[in-house]
């Protein structure tokens, strides 16, 4: 068992500051008010801030072979609110297409665990088996859509990404990020790679704010995973193609998948794809931060 250093977490900017800043809300469940009202006792930290502290485990425990060939799934089944956590986690016993695997889970300094996933590197020469097809999500809606403007397939138009050093998100110091890497120069951490949906409006040029009226939602995010081929670089060029994947919904939680490929321009190569799990609540009412 090993354990990885103790890492203050923040909640998002609130709703009503980026309201105040002239901006819209894109979701208000990191908003104290908007979480209590939806039965938690403050706002949660958000999915990205919490997969950050879990990425170091990769490298530190599957090292570059995961790079060339690799799988990462993170699920957020326990809220956490602003504190300190770290990552703890272990080598277990890899399934048939895994030379290693490691599972991991969040805790913070109380004793309460809130992420858990698992990461594998590829046996050499052995196909990738992605999260979503060791574990197929379910696919059935109870009661009423809750979101019918999501269709399954749907897609959006293909846009191109260049990560440069100014855009790392990535806090671990790691020279491979950086500098230089075993591949050559300076590669994307898995945490930069699973970004590109919460951040890719920074780096991607044909982003469009949505203009109007748009739902808000105490949107949450529910996980991610990723499979990686082969490393992605700084400074190069990807074609990134967006699709809705899935969605399902039970009684009171409604949740949807996007899938994310990377292609390099260069090549022609896939060369990574990544799918973002989201979930929100039926029932329960958004509350001022979405209607001010």
């Known amino acids: 068992m090993y354990t990885g250093p103790w890492v203050m977490v923040h909640k998002p900017v609130s709703s009503h500051d980026r309201i105040a800043q002239g901006l819209k809300p894109r979701t208000v469940i990191h908003d104290d008010d908007s979480a209590r009202a939806a039965g938690f006792k403050a706002g949660i930290v958000g999915g990205l801030t919490l997969a950050s502290v879990t990425t170091g485990a990769i490298p530190a425990s599957l090292g570059q072979r995961w790079f060339e060939g690799g799988v990462y799934s993170v699920r957020h089944k326990n809220v956490s609110y602003e504190g300190e956590v770290r990552v703890v986690w272990e080598h277990v016993a890899p399934d048939a297409a895994d030379g290693q695997k490691i599972a991991f889970h969040l805790e913070n300094r109380e004793g309460g665990t809130s992420t858990f996933g698992w990461a594998a590197a590829a046996k050499p020469g052995q196909a990738i088996v992605a999260p979503w097809e060791r574990n197929p999500q379910p696919s059935t809606i109870v009661g009423m859509d809750a979101a019918p403007e999501t269709i399954i397939g749907a897609t959006r138009k293909p846009f191109e990404i260049v990560v440069r050093h100014e855009h790392i998100i990535e806090r671990d110091p790691h020279w491979w990020y950086r500098i230089a890497s075993p591949f050559g120069g300076p590669i994307l951490s898995p945490l930069d790679i699973a970004s590109v949906f919460y951040h890719g409006r920074r780096i991607n040029p044909a ?86």
Do not use: C, H
């Open 207 to 292: 982003f469009v704010e949505p203009e109007g009226d748009a739902p808000v939602r105490a949107v949450m995010d529910a996980g991610t995973d990723l499979v990686i081929r082969e490393p992605l670089f700084l400074d190069r060029t990807y074609i990134i193609d967006t699709r809705l994947a899935d969605k399902w919904q039970t009684a009171k939680t409604a949740f949807m998948s996007l899938e994310y490929t990377f292609t390099d321009r260069t090549t022609g190569r896939l060369v990574a794809i990544s799918r973002n799990y989201s979930a929100f609540m039926v029932k329960k009412p958004v509350p001022l931060a979405a209607t001010a």
